[in-house]
T-cell receptor, first 112, second 114 residues
Framework: GAGVSQTPSNKVTEKGKYVELRCDPI?????LYWYRQSLGQGPEFLIY????????DSGLPNDRFFAVRPEGSVSTLKIQRTERGDSAVYLC??????????FGPGTRLTVL | AQSVTQLDSQVPVFEEAPVELRCNYS??????LFWYVQYPNQGLQLLLK??????LVKGINGFEAEFNKSQTSFHLRKPSVHISDTAEYFC????????????FGKGTKLTVNP
């Protein structure tokens, strides 16, 4: 079946702009996660949704970052006033009943 | 809080040689353990996981790992590697109970040479 999909695959923006990154989880998966992977590093947790609500948002670095999942399926990660340090690959994952997290291909964000 | 240390940032080996990628973790609670592989320009793919039971876990592509609670380790092994195993490998842990977030190591770049 279809895996986790993320759009766009690449996003280039200018410092100070607003961006939205989209994640479509595997159908039927109730839990959804966002991670950020900087160059040469492992993924770092940002936020986790169980259904429509954020169960754990302790990884969001500051209030410029926000994520929603209004209908319990698709999620959008929103970044306001982007900074060069936000450049990274943003990964989305969803979970089945065995708690294995299945990852999408990621969105590579470049802030100029 | 949990942390994961992958002791080798890069591991070069020749084709058909055995390989071991090391992973140690720190946690005040019991954890589940995972190994993921990331091929160039692709997402993370689960290789294997330890949730409970036998401490020797077999995964895809001929990989296996052994959970050692006393040494807080979860090393990944393969007896004979192929060129196609060239990739980045990430060890991760998740606490049993509480938040379901994964905590990753920094990764080990495995390069298999002919």
């Amino acid at each position: 079946g279809a895996g986790v999909s993320q759009t766009p695959s690449n996003k280039v923006t200018e410092k100070g702009k607003y961006v939205e990154l989209r994640c479509d989880p595997i159908s039927g998966h109730t839990a959804l996660y966002w991670y950020r992977q900087s160059l040469g590093q492992g993924p770092e947790f940002l936020i986790y949704f169980q259904g429509t609500g954020a169960a754990d948002d302790s990884g969001l670095p500051n209030d410029r970052f926000f994520a929603v999942r209004p209908e319990g399926s698709v999620s959008t990660l929103k970044i306001q006033r982007t900074e060069r340090g936000d450049s990274a690959v943003y990964l989305c994952a969803s979970t089945d009943s065995t708690d294995t997290q299945y990852f999408g291909p990621g969105t590579r964000l470049t802030v100029l | 809080a949990q942390s994961v240390t992958q002791l080798d940032s890069q591991v070069p080996v020749f084709e058909e040689a055995p390989v071991e990628l090391r992973c140690n973790y720190s946690s005040s609670v019991s954890v589940y353990l995972f190994w993921y592989v990331q091929y160039p320009n692709q997402g993370l793919q689960l290789l294997l996981k330890y949730l409970s039971g036998s401490t020797l876990v077999k995964g895809i592509n001929g990989f296996e790992a052994e959970f050692n609670k006393s040494q807080t380790s979860f090393h990944l092994r393969k007896p004979s590697v192929h060129i196609s195993d060239t990739a980045e490998y990430f060890c991760a842990v998740r606490p049993q109970g509480g938040s379901e977030k994964l905590v990753f190591g920094k990764g080990t770049k495995l390069t298999v040479n002919p």
